[in-house]
Structure formats: structure tokens, C-alpha cells
């Protein structure tokens, strides 16, 4: 069974403020560097940024290998002790984040360690390349890293394979040279966000070290130096016993597991998921706010006026990315190419400091000859069409509009061409009442008929999960609070 080092950054420049992740794969047993990733995530708080890379270290370390081991090594204290199960979550921004991050990988297959700044610099300069992409208005690119030579320079001296106690050795002295005088700065940041006065306590010490200047910090490395390599040996020597008897160890609790797979399943009940179905892709789905015609309850589907928010819509969609940035989830924006949801998606996603893309699959049915009337008037001049259309959904508007039935074909093709695209993440699509009625209604295995059940206010939110095996989960319905 291969074991993976996982180390994880975040940070906030601001806090919240604009925000980014770093996170670092490496085979535990050579020390080589399988995987980076990053990226900016818009305005968030430095313990969430730190949430979200964990979460994008542990996806790459699943795709490398889903039945790895992991090892976690990070600097925030606060992360460490809440996913070790030491100390509680309160903030309601971090539960989803840390509940996702523990379905990454079967319970028992993941440890984690509290490190020091100065031995998480990979991650760290990651995480802080990801936030100068998002202040240029690009996106973190791997083929343009430079963080990982930046830390490995230390290493540079070392003839050793990666990994090995003199190649360690080589990057504590590299770190010592450089002197620490700035270590800890953002752990003072990522104080204000903590749930716990340890964390405080935790933040605040490695700014008092810095305090005592420059003077004493090159005289703590030097002294440390000498001692570097006479520890590095000693770790060589433990590691090589620890090696052993973790091989031991891991050849017991890959027995274990197989045989827990077995009996879960053969007491699996039908409809629910085994047991690692790795991150779901989440969608949030987003009403557009109000236009003119919201409150009059007129049809507006995509073959009428095509209109533009009202004043109220707007401020509807203000107050949705407020509360999605709070958050700090969201990590792609797909729109509806109707004027009405482009305007409401490009709300938000400034708000975020994410793109917007344009799915045609989410645009909303066309109502023929009924667009722009009120219900009322359509059994008026249309009463045959409008009962056929309630009672069948093959059944077209006045027109030569769109069916329920093909406006579920659509639907379920963009849906599965969306998982595909955003397997593991968490995107926002921002679309209309029938496409969000559709997938929900597909996602529960409800009739057609259902999609008259259902209540969907201007600007309200609603979330689907899709897992690996097909399944679906509805998370969230029509919630407006952040309207009220």
C-alpha cells in the first residue's frame, strides 16, 4: 500500500479577503513531488483558504491513488486538531469544508501533524503564487511554479535520493540561513479566526519569537545548524525502524479494510453509497433575481423579451454573493446565457474573483406564444393547450414552445456533462426555475409532475450533490435567508 505525504496552505490577505490555497502530494517513501495544485478562491478567511487546501491536497492524493494511505502535515493548528478530532468546529464556514475533506478517504486511512511554518514553505509559496495570479486576474498555473524550487534550493548541496536524512538536513539549513524573523505573520491572522484560545495562543507565539530580532535569530541558527546533522541521523536511524514496522502496520490495516469492504457489502442496504465514494461535485444552484416580469408572475422563458434584472434583482443577487463569499466554497461560475442570469452570475462571481461561463444546456424552456402572459390570461386565450400541457409533460405551449419532457432530455445532458467537468468541486450554476425544478426532480427520482410541487423564489438557493456511482443527494432547497 503506497503511503502520501500531504502538506497544505491557505491564506487570506485580509482576512477575509482575497484569498488562496496550496497543496503538495509526495511519496512518503522517496520524498519525490507527485502532484501541486493551487488556486485563488476569491474573498475568504484564512482558516477556510487553509480548509480548502486540505481538501484540494487530499483530492489529488485520492486521483494518485484511492488506496493510499495519507499522512497530513500543515501548519495551522486550528486545521490539525479539529480534522484529528481534538477540537471541535464551530464556524459554520469550515463544518462543510472538514466534512468533505473526511469522505476523501476512508476513516483510519489519514494522520495528521502540526508542523512549523519554516518546514511547509512548498505549500506555502503555492498558496501565495495562487493570490498574485487572482490580483492579476489569471489563474494559477502549474507549468509557471517556481515554489517548489524555491524551497528544494536548501536541498540543492545534498547528493542523497530526495527524502534521505542528508537531503533533510540540507533544508533545515537552508531554512536557518534564510533566518525567521518573518515566521509566523500569518498565523497572527489566522488567530482572529480560531475557535479555541490554544489556537490564540498557538498564533501568537511565533510573532513574539520574531520580535526578538534579527540579531538573536541568526544566532539560533547557527547554533541549530550544528545540530542538524546530528539529529538528521538519528531521524535516519528511527526512520528506518518506523519504516518496518509502519509496513507491518499497514499490511494489518489493509487486511482490515478489505475485510470491512466485504461486510458492508453484504449488509449494504439499496440507496445508500458504500463507503468511499471520494467528493461529490456539488452544484449550488442560483435563481436569477427579479426582472419586471418576476412579480407579475408572467411566463419568461428563453424564446421571449429576454429581460434584464430589475433595481430589486440586482440587490437580490448583492446579497447571494454576499452570503456564497462568506462561505467561500464556490469554485467555478456557470451561467445561463439569458441576459437575466449573465447579470446575476457576473454579480457573484466579482464578488468571488472568479470567470463566468456560459452553458447553453441551462438555459430555461421556451413558452411559445405564452411568454410574457400570466397564467391567467394563457387559460383565457389558449385553455385546451394550457390542460394539455399540465397534464402530460410531452405536451408543447401555444406555439411550438418546449416540452417539459425535452427540457428534461437537455437538462440531464448538461447535468452529466457538468459532473464530468467539475468532478470533486463545488460550482455554482446560476439558472432559472425549470432547470433547477429538473434537476432536483431527477436527482430525487420524482415524477414529472412534481415540478408543479415544488416552490422556487427569485435569488434562492438550492444544492445537489453527484457522486461517483451515479447517486445524488439534494442538500438544500429554495432557501432565501440571505434575502431576509
Known sequence: MREFIVEADGGSRGNPGP????????????GETLREAAEYIGV???????????????????ELDPAATV??????????EQMSGRWKIKHPDMKPLAAEAARVFPPGRVTYEWIPRERNKHADRLANEAMDAGARGEQWSESASTAELDTSAGAAASSGPPGDAAAGAARVRGALAEGRAAAGTDHLAEAADTDTPAAQAEADAPGVRAAAGAQGVRADAEADARSVKAEADARAAKADADTRAAKADADTRAAKADADTRAAKAVATPGW??????????????????????????????????????DVGREQAERAAALLA???????????PLTRTRETAGIVAARLGLDVSVD??????????????????????????????????DAEPTGGG????????????????????YAGRTVLLVTHVTPIKTLVRLALGAPPESLFRMELSAASLSVVAYYADGNASVRLLNDTSHLR
Open 19 to 30: 484569498a488562496g490555497y496550496g497543496a503538495v502530494v509526495s511519496d512518503a517513501a522517496t
Open 44 to 62: 475568504a478567511t484564512n482558516n477556510v483558504a487553509e480548509y480548502r487546501g486540505l481538501l484540494a491536497g487530499l483530492r489529488a492524493a485520492h
Open 71 to 80: 499522512h497530513v502535515r500543515m501548519d495551522s493548528k486550528l486545521v490539525v
Open 273 to 310: 453509497a458504500p463507503a468511499d465514494m471520494g467528493a461529490p461535485a456539488t452544484f449550488v444552484l442560483l435563481r436569477h433575481g427579479e426582472t419586471p416580469l418576476t412579480p407579475q408572475k408572467r411566463f419568461s422563458g428563453s424564446g421571449g423579451t429576454d429581460p434584464s434584472l430589475s
Open 326 to 336: 462568506r462561505r467561500g466554497t464556490i469554485q467555478a461560475v456557470v451561467s445561463s
Open 360 to 393: 447553453d444546456g441551462l438555459r430555461e424552456t421556451d413558452f411559445g406564444a405564452w411568454e410574457g402572459l400570466t397564467f391567467a390570461e394563457v387559460r383565457e386565450r389558449h385553455p385546451d393547450d394550457l390542460n394539455a400541457w399540465l397534464a402530460s409533460p
Open 402 to 421: 418546449e416540452s417539459f419532457a425535452a427540457t428534461g432530455t437537455r437538462i440531464a445532458a448538461t447535468r452529466d456533462k457538468l459532473v464530468a467537468a
